[in-house]
C-alpha cells in the first residue's frame, strides 16, 4: 500500500483545509481501500466528550477526505461526464472466483508428431491463382478456387452407368458430409486424450464431457410411440397403489391402464339364477335348431364385403389383379352352409 | 479415467450461439475484472431484522446481487454437509460470495458472509448483528449515491490488523462491496463510503459498528473538495461469532495471478545491429517548396521530349 504521494505544491495547503487525515494510513486507491489501524474509538469519545458513533464519523470523515486527495492528485482526464482519475493497480489480493484457466491448450496428435519429427508449419499465401479464370482467388472459403458449388455440368466419364453411377452432385454432398464427420471424430479424439492427460479443464469453455447414452432408454427416438406407451402404462401401475392414487400429472390422461381380466362367480345359493341361464341356453339350442338355412342378411352383406375387401388388398399387395377370382369367392360364402354359420354367430 | 470410462463418454458441444455465449461468458477468465457476484439467502431462521439488513445489503450490490426469498433448511455452511445446497445455488447463480440470514437462540440475527471458489465454499465469517437500522429509516439520505457505484470502504480500528476473525471479515468485505475492477474513476462518482470501525470490549471480543455514509461534496476554497458524510443506512453493530479460513492448499490456487505480458509492438532483432525498433514518422510536407539544385535532366521540356521519344520507338516497334 502506498502513502501520501508528493503531490502538488497547492494540494499540502488544501489538505489542511479540508481538514484531512494527515497520519499513517495504509491506502489501496485501486480498490478504494483505506485502514487506519492506529485509531481507538473508545479513548478518542472519553478524550472529545462525544459519542462513539460520533468519533468514529469524525475520524471516518477526515480518512475519507485523504482518499479524496490522494485520488484528485492521480493522473486524471476530463470527458464529457466529468473529471476521470486513473486508478493503479489494486493492491490488496483476493482470492479468485474461478480457478486460472490453463494458459496452453493441450498439443492435438498431428502437433505432437510434427513435433516430434521436427515439422515445422509453413506459411501459405491466402490466395491462389486460379488458372481457368486467370484471377486470384482464396485458398478456402467464399469464392474458392476449385469451388465444387460452381460447377455447374459435372463431366461424365466413358465408364459411367446410367441409373448405376451416382449422381456426381450428391456424391460431393455426402463426400464432404463424410469429410466434415472424419474431422470431427478427429477432433473428438484429440480432445478426449487432452482431458486423459490434463483433466476436464482442458476442453474449452463451450465443451462438455458427458457419459453417452444417457438419452438413449427414453426419447432418443429408439422407443416406438407403442412401445413407449406400454412403458408409461407399466411405470403407470408401478407403484404401491398398482396406479389407482397416483398424483395426475399432464398427460397421463392418455395413458390407458391395462387392466386384468376380472372372473365372475355365480351365487351357489341362488338357484333361481341357475335355473334360468341352463334356460337360455336350451332356447338358444332350440332356436339354431328351428332357424336352419336362415340368414341375417345385414351380417352376412358386411362379412362378404369385408372378405372382398381383404382379398382385394392381398392381389395389390401381391400386385396381380384377379377381380373375377374374388367374385367366385365371395359367391360361394353366400352359400347356405356359410350363411348358416355366421347368423348363428350372430346371436351369440 | 481408464479406457471404459472414456468410451461412455462423449464430446458435448454448445448448440445454438446464444448458448455458446452464455458459456463463454461462465468461462473462467485469467483476470478476472467482474465484480462477485453475491447470493443472498436465508437459512432454516430468519427475522425481520435480517431480512431488511440482507435486503439492504443486496440494494448496496445491485446488479451483481442474486436475492432468494424462501426458507433454506438445508444451508448450515458450518456444519458438515450444511453447505452442498449452498454450493449448488452457488452454481446455479454462477454466484463467487454468499450472504446469509439465519436467527437462532444460541445465535440470534446471524449473518454468514462467505465466499466460493470454483462454486466450492471457499471461506466465511459470520457475525452477530445488534442495533440495526435499515436504509428506509434514514429516509432517502442516500438519494445522491448511484446504484452501482464504486464505494469507498474505511477500515478503523487496530483490531483489524490484530484479530484473526476482524481480518478475515476486512477481506470479505471488501472483496464482496468493492465491486468490479476499473482502472479510471470519475472523481464525481465517488458518493458514498463503508465505514467500520472496530470498538475494544475489555474482557470479551470487539465489537465492531459498520456504518454506510453518503459523500457530499462542498466547496473548500481550495481545487480539492470538502466532503461531508450524511448517514445513509445501513447501520448496525456486530460482533464476530464462528469463521473458517480456507485450506492453505486452496487459498494457493485461488490466489494464483496470471502472467500477463504485454505485446511489444515494432521491435526486432536483428543479426547484425541487435534490437531494432520501428518508429513512426510523420508525413513530411512543404519538401518541394524548399530550394533545391536544380539539374538539366529534370526539366520539363526534357522530360516531354523524352517521353515522346519512347512512344514513337514503341510504336515502331509494333509495326
Wanted: aromatic share 6%.
Amino acid at each position: 500500500m502506498s502513502t501520501a504521494t508528493d503531490a502538488r505544491a497547492s494540494v499540502p495547503s488544501a489538505l489542511e483545509v479540508t481538514r484531512a487525515h494527515a497520519g499513517a494510513l495504509e491506502l489501496d486507491l485501486g480498490s478504494l481501500l483505506a485502514e487506519d489501524v492506529v485509531f481507538d474509538v473508545r479513548a478518542v469519545a472519553a478524550a472529545t466528550g462525544t459519542t462513539l458513533d460520533g468519533a468514529a464519523r469524525e475520524r471516518g470523515r477526515d480518512v475519507l477526505q485523504r482518499v479524496i486527495a490522494e485520488l484528485f492528485a492521480l493522473p486524471s482526464e476530463s470527458d464529457g461526464n466529468g473529471r476521470f482519475a486513473q486508478l493503479p493497480e489494486p493492491t490488496t489480493g483476493f482470492p479468485r472466483a474461478r480457478a486460472l484457466p490453463p494458459s496452453e491448450t493441450p498439443l492435438t496428435k498431428w502437433e505432437a508428431f510434427a513435433k516430434e519429427k521436427g515439422i515445422k508449419k509453413r506459411k501459405r499465401s491466402k490466395e491462389t491463382f486460379d488458372e481457368q479464370s486467370e484471377e486470384w482467388k482464396r485458398r478456402y472459403g467464399y469464392k474458392r478456387v476449385n469451388d465444387a458449388n460452381d460447377v455447374i455440368i459435372a463431366p461424365a466419364k466413358m465408364t459411367d452407368v446410367v441409373g448405376k453411377t451416382e449422381d456426381p452432385f450428391t456424391r460431393e454432398e455426402r463426400e464432404k458430409r463424410e469429410r466434415t464427420q472424419k474431422n470431427r471424430e478427429k477432433q473428438d479424439k484429440n480432445l478426449m486424450r487432452a482431458v486423459q492427460e490434463k483433466g476436464v479443464k482442458a476442453l474449452p469453455p463451450t465443451l462438455r464431457l458427458a457419459v453417452t447414452g444417457q438419452k438413449d432408454s427414453v426419447g432418443s427416438g429408439k422407443l416406438g410411440k407403442r412401445e413407449m406407451v406400454h412403458v408409461a402404462s407399466r411405470v403407470a401401475q408401478s407403484t404401491a397403489s398398482m396406479g389407482k392414487f397416483n398424483a395426475p400429472v399432464a398427460g397421463d390422461e392418455k395413458i390407458k391402464l391395462k387392466k386384468g381380466a376380472r372372473r365372475q362367480f355365480d351365487d351357489n345359493l341362488d338357484t333361481e339364477k341357475t335355473r334360468k341361464k341352463s334356460q337360455e341356453i336350451v332356447e338358444k339350442l332350440l332356436l339354431k335348431e328351428k332357424a336352419g338355412g336362415m340368414v341375417d342378411v345385414n351380417m352376412a352383406a358386411r362379412k362378404i364385403q369385408q372378405e372382398k375387401e381383404k382379398a382385394n388388398r392381398k392381389n395389390k399387395s401381391s400386385g396381380k389383379s384377379t377381380e373375377k377370382k374374388i367374385g367366385g369367392k365371395t359367391g360361394g360364402k353366400t352359400g347356405g352352409k356359410t350363411g348358416g354359420k355366421v347368423g348363428s354367430k350372430s346371436k351369440k | 479415467m481408464d479406457a471404459a470410462m472414456e468410451s461412455k463418454m462423449e464430446i458435448k458441444r454448445a448448440k445454438t450461439n446464444a448458448g455458446k455465449r452464455a458459456l463463454l461468458a461462465r468461462a473462467p477468465k485469467k483476470v478476472e475484472k467482474a465484480g462477485k457476484t453475491t447470493l443472498f439467502l436465508h437459512g432454516q431462521n430468519s427475522s425481520q431484522i435480517l431480512k431488511e439488513l440482507l435486503s439492504d445489503l443486496a440494494s448496496m450490490k445491485t446488479l451483481e446481487a442474486r436475492k432468494m426469498t424462501r426458507k433454506n433448511p438445508g444451508v448450515r455452511p458450518f456444519e458438515g454437509g450444511g453447505e452442498t445446497s449452498l454450493e449448488f445455488f452457488a452454481r446455479k447463480a454462477d454466484a463467487s460470495a454468499y450472504v446469509l440470514g439465519t436467527h437462532q437462540k444460541k445465535r440470534p440475527h446471524c449473518v454468514t458472509l462467505g465466499r466460493f471458489f470454483e462454486y466450492r465454499l471457499f471461506d466465511q465469517i459470520e457475525v452477530l448483528v445488534t442495533d440495526f437500522k435499515s436504509m428506509r429509516a434514514f429516509k432517502g439520505a442516500g438519494k445522491g449515491a448511484v446504484a452501482g457505484s464504486k464505494p469507498c470502504i474505511c477500515f478503523l480500528g487496530e483490531e483489524f490488523d490484530s484479530d484473526d476473525g476482524l481480518k478475515l471479515f476486512k477481506n470479505v468485505l471488501s472483496d464482496v462491496f468493492r465491486g468490479r475492477v476499473v482502472d479510471r474513476i470519475n472523481l464525481k462518482g465517488i458518493d458514498r463510503a463503508i465505514v467500520c470501525t472496530s470498538v475494544p470490549q475489555p474482557g470479551r471480543k470487539p465489537s465492531v459498528m459498520f456504518r454506510q455514509y453518503a459523500i457530499k461534496y462542498k466547496k473548500s476554497g481550495t481545487r480539492l473538495p470538502l466532503i461531508a458524510l450524511e448517514e445513509m443506512g445501513p447501520s448496525f453493530d456486530f460482533t464476530v461469532g464462528r469463521h473458517r479460513e480456507a485450506p492453505p492448499d486452496l487459498k494457493r490456487e485461488a490466489y494464483q495471478k496470471a502472467r500477463v505480458t504485454k505485446k511489444q509492438k515494432n521491435v526486432s532483432m536483428d543479426n547484425v545491429e541487435g534490437k531494432v525498433g520501428r518508429l513512426y514518422v510523420e508525413k513530411q510536407v512543404g519538401l518541394e517548396k524548399l530550394g533545391q539544385h536544380k539539374m538539366k535532366g529534370l526539366k520539363r521540356e526534357r522530360r516531354t521530349n523524352a517521353e515522346e521519344k519512347k512512344k514513337k520507338s514503341k510504336s515502331g516497334e509494333k509495326e
